[in-house]
């Protein structure tokens, strides 16, 4: 390899290293997140499920956040998910490095968005996240 591509390459890296930096969901804030700008929440409440046939309300394990959005014309369910899914990939909204899930039903005058994540320490801190997001 000649010196001048080995330059090349440590620019392009540190180039992408720095564009990484830049929208990690660590250093993220609400201010930042496109999907806020774009859409209204009007809802946040914690996302639940239940792993028994026969439930109780104690045995609800939390499991990450539900968010209600109001509907637009030309939204879609398929939008939606793309939207919330581009965002969770590139930090911009701060919901964090952990793997998380995204599921988006039509409820009429509005779509629920169901964001889950691993664990309940990780649906916990999901949770709290999407609240700040949502102010």
Same mark, same amino acid.
């Given at each position: 390899?000649?010196?001048?591509?080995?330059?090349?390459?440590?620019?392009?890296?540190?180039?992408?290293?720095?564009?990484?930096?830049?929208?990690?969901?660590? &250093?993220?804030?609400?201010?930042?997140?496109?999907?806020?700008?774009?859409?209204?929440?009007?809802?946040?409440?914690?996302?639940?499920?239940?792993?028994?046939?026969?439930?109780?309300?104690?045995?609800?394990?939390?499991?990450?956040?539900?968010?209600?959005?109001?509907?637009?014309?030309?939204? &879609?369910?398929?939008?939606? &998910? %793309?939207?919330?899914?581009?965002?969770?990939? &590139?930090?911009?909204?701060?919901?964090?490095?952990?793997?998380?899930?995204?599921?988006?039903?039509? !409820?009429?005058?509005?779509?629920?968005?169901?964001?889950? !994540?691993?664990?309940?320490?990780? %649906?916990?801190?999901?949770?709290?996240?999407?609240?700040?997001?949502?102010?």
């Amino acid at each position: 390899m000649t010196a001048r591509w080995m330059v090349v390459l440590g620019i392009g890296s540190a180039l992408a290293m720095g564009a990484a930096g830049t929208v990690s969901g660590a &250093t993220a804030t609400p201010d930042q997140c496109r999907i806020t700008k774009t859409y209204r929440i009007s809802a946040v409440t914690p996302y639940r499920v239940v792993d028994h046939i026969v439930p109780t309300e104690d045995e609800a394990v939390l499991r990450g956040a539900t968010l209600v959005v109001d509907a637009q014309p030309g939204l &879609t369910k398929e939008w939606l &998910t %793309a939207e919330f899914e581009k965002s969770i990939a &590139t930090g911009e909204c701060g919901l964090g490095a952990e793997p998380v899930g995204v599921t988006v039903q039509s !409820a009429g005058p509005a779509f629920q968005i169901q964001l889950t !994540a691993q664990g309940e320490k990780a %649906a916990a801190d999901l949770l709290q996240r999407v609240k700040q997001m949502a102010r």
